[in-house]
């Protein structure tokens, strides 16, 4: 929750219909400095749909995003580039970069004018390696990375990139337990300097445990949204997944 300040991003009675079938209907929601927001909800329930317009690559059939209290179809390209910046899944590209190369593609959000890499790039890309505490791979081949080195290589590419606003996809998919405690500690220090984060996850354990405020969107409407401690339970992840009442949860999702 914003807790009075203006939010970063936000979202107002957003829509989406793909023909006729309605994708999201009447998601409003806002996302300020600090947040660490877990959204949550089924394979279909439109999570990709909302992440990609409110990342403004898609827009809505309905409502309004805005960016800093503008809406953010009034933004350029670059200049929301600037502001938000999506991490996601881990991937491995064709060619074998170094890590520093992926970091700096970072500081080129309008890579389309071919332009660079300045001294001042390759300085900031360093500072976000070393906010990363992966200074050391910067001459390695990004392809011979860890799913966990990858992840936080991405992570750093996004703070190079200057946004106060970090949009993840599933961060958390193919690391091991160790590499999923360094990534929540990596996001929780970054929500403790003020960056709006917000990162979608299939693993309501995880949510409740590694962030604050979850967002739980259910068949495109937004079902809950409050502290993970509180509303993630029993009651609202069976009625989130339509699992049935015989099917036996864990017992940290058992808990009131």
Do not use: W
Not at 133 to 147: E, F, K, N, V
Not at 165 to 178: N, S
Not at 187 to 195: F, K, M, W
């Amino acid at each position: 929750m914003t807790h009075g300040i203006p939010a970063r991003l936000s979202a107002r009675d957003i829509g989406y219909r793909i023909g006729n079938r309605e994708v999201l209907s009447s998601v409003t929601l806002e996302l300020g400095d600090g947040d660490l927001v877990a959204l949550l909800g089924a394979n279909g329930a439109g999570k990709t749909t909302l992440l990609r317009i409110l990342l403004g690559l898609q827009k809505p059939s309905a409502g309004i995003v805005y960016l800093e209290q503008r809406p953010l179809s009034t933004y350029r390209r670059k200049a929301i580039g600037q502001r938000i910046a999506y991490v996601p899944q881990g991937h491995v590209p064709v060619f074998p970069y170094l890590t520093r190369q992926i970091v700096e593609l970072g500081r080129l959000p309008d890579s389309v004018t071919g332009r660079a890499v300045t001294p001042d790039d390759r300085r900031l890309a360093v500072a976000a390696m070393e906010r990363l505490s992966i200074g050391h791979l910067a001459d390695r081949p990004y392809t011979q990375l860890s799913g966990g080195e990858r992840q936080s290589v991405l992570i750093a590419r996004a703070l190079a990139q200057g946004a106060q606003t970090l949009i993840l996809d599933e961060p958390a998919t193919g690391l091991d337990f160790g590499q999923q405690l360094r990534l929540t500690a990596v996001l929780r220090s970054l929500a403790d300097d003020g960056y709006c984060i917000m990162a979608t996850t299939h693993d309501p354990i995880r949510a409740r445990t590694a962030f604050d405020r979850a967002i739980m969107l259910h068949r495109g409407q937004i079902l809950i949204d409050g502290p993970t401690n509180e509303v993630i339970n029993e009651a609202a992840i069976r009625k989130l997944y339509d699992i049935g009442v015989g099917q036996v949860l864990p017992g940290i999702l058992s808990q009131p």
